[in-house]
């Protein structure tokens, strides 16, 4: 269980921090004035359903503001270890490199739950004047959860190959946009790497869940894309065997 | 209790250990000395096991630090020589942290953490962050973390570097303090630190072991004799044949003349302190004593002379540019 050890005292050195509070304050204003917003596009413009109108446009928005904020939390996980070179210790403990890459996962995505669970102040707020059926908006958290934990793994990852914080972002950045803008060129590829690149995109598979739709595959594609950028991270970890420490 | 058997490490085409075996008993505590570059840290790292060795094998305390590396890595406490510790704790919690993370339960890893605080002398900062505090005590707080968990092995690397001297009599005393109870690796550069608290001394060299041995026979072995320098104000030549007159010197050199001075190297038999002698031949010939002191050995001469006195197929060059 020394991932807990890990993980806690991560999240100690988190909540330590000022940036901390910067980036759930950011978070939580951005996404407390889009379901603002959303909600008075969907009063006057109305929709078919809550579903299409209101939740869908929430989540699509709140996945913008979580894919600018995340990679600004997983750039020190393990960058600043290896700057400070406290890394070089915890690999003479007791402990196996799956578990620090798991821990600093878990401090990550528990810190991405305290950024979440504020933003339900506005439906629950909502739901008291007007109460509407709950579940397309549980699955769109879901969706929230499993694409917070892509962008999670993709930035620890990127964080166990460099120790600069900055380049860790910007790189971070760049892969999630990447895998954001893969399908949008539709007409220019040709049809068979379109529907390859169709299965790889984040977020055609986060789609279905802003309109309350939990499918086993799309659930299946995010916890194999968080699996692989863990599996990516522990290699990387290992790659100081012949690679040296500084 | 340290098993190093035939440890070869390399990154890439670079060769940064070859063939190092040694073993540590017990209760020892043995000086690892090489000058800067030798190859001390990679060796300390593939012991405490931060990453495997290329070809060989190390036990702690008869656990494969490879193949059974959680039980090896229980038994070791690590200094390294980058003291790297989390700047944004206080020093307690960082122990008890520590303990956690060497498998200890909550309250036992506070309990150790509080009796390590004490032996490196920290208790008037265990509330501070460390990020506020001196370098001097990172470097304690290096130690006590090593300490923590009782690991019967500790690999200390490069200990008192960057110390004040007071600090570095503080850190010998806590370390020869740990003789008989734990197996002490000790790498340096220095070498008065391991004659002052080594039982052995393994030294290395370019990746090599040049050799294993207590501090004594080593001396004995690089220092067959006593070497006295001295400026004189007088004829070189006369001065040079009037110095080897004196009893119990063997030979000497001159270093330099110029300006009516001359510049001489007298070897004298080991352990003995010719410089009155050599005064007075001075000054009873009306000549001007200028200098006169006993050179010690620099390290740069210790490695020199090993590696001439090595056998040539474990040495195949001899080095010219050693930093001292």
Known sequence: ?246 | MIAAERLTKRFGAFTAIEDVSFEVGAGEIVGFLGPNGAGKSTTMRILAGVFPPTRGRVRIAGYDVVADPLRARARVGYFPERVSVYLDMTVAHYLTYVGEMKGLRRREARRQGAAALESCGLEAVRQRLIGTLSKGFRQRIGIAQALTGTPSVLLLDEPTSGLDPEQVAEMRALIRGLRHERTVLLSTHILPEVEAICDRVIIIHRGRVLALDTPANLNRRVRPNSVVQVEVRGPAAEVARTLGDVPGVLAVHTDATGNGTVALTVSTAPDRDLREALASAVTQNGWGLRELRIRALTLEEIFLSLVATEPSETIDEIPGDLPA
């Open chain 1, 1 to 246: 269980m020394k991932f807990l050890v890990i993980c806690r005292r991560e999240l100690s050195s988190v909540f330590g921090a000022f940036i901390a509070y910067i980036l759930l304050a950011v978070f939580l204003l951005l996404s407390g004035y889009f379901f603002y917003s959303d909600l008075i596009f969907f009063i006057l413009f109305g929709g078919f359903t809550l579903a299409t109108g209101l939740w869908q446009f929430f989540f699509l928005d709140m996945r913008l503001v979580a894919m600018l904020v995340l990679p600004l939390v997983t750039m020190r996980l393990l960058a600043e270890e290896k700057k400070l070179g406290t890394i070089e210790l915890l690999w003479t403990y007791p402990v196996r490199d799956g578990e620090i890459v798991l821990g600093k996962f878990l401090a990550a995505w528990l810190f991405f739950i305290a950024m979440l669970v504020p933003t339900g102040i506005g439906p629950l707020v909502f739901y008291h004047y007007q109460p509407y059926a709950v579940a397309p908006v549980l699955a769109g958290y879901l969706g929230m959860l499993l694409l917070g934990s892509a962008f999670i793994a993709c930035g620890l990852f990127v964080s166990s190959l460099t120790e600069n914080q900055v380049v860790c972002a910007m790189v971070t950045y760049g892969i999630l946009v990447l895998f954001w803008f893969i399908t949008w060129n539709e007409e220019a590829g040709m049809q068979e790497i379109m529907r390859l690149l169709l299965g790889l995109s984040l977020f055609d598979r986060f789609f279905n869940f802003t309109r309350g739709v939990i499918d086993t595959k799309d659930v299946a594609f995010f916890a194999m894309f968080v699996g692989f950028f863990l599996f990516l991270t522990w290699q990387s970890l290992a790659a100081r065997s012949w690679r040296g420490v500084r």
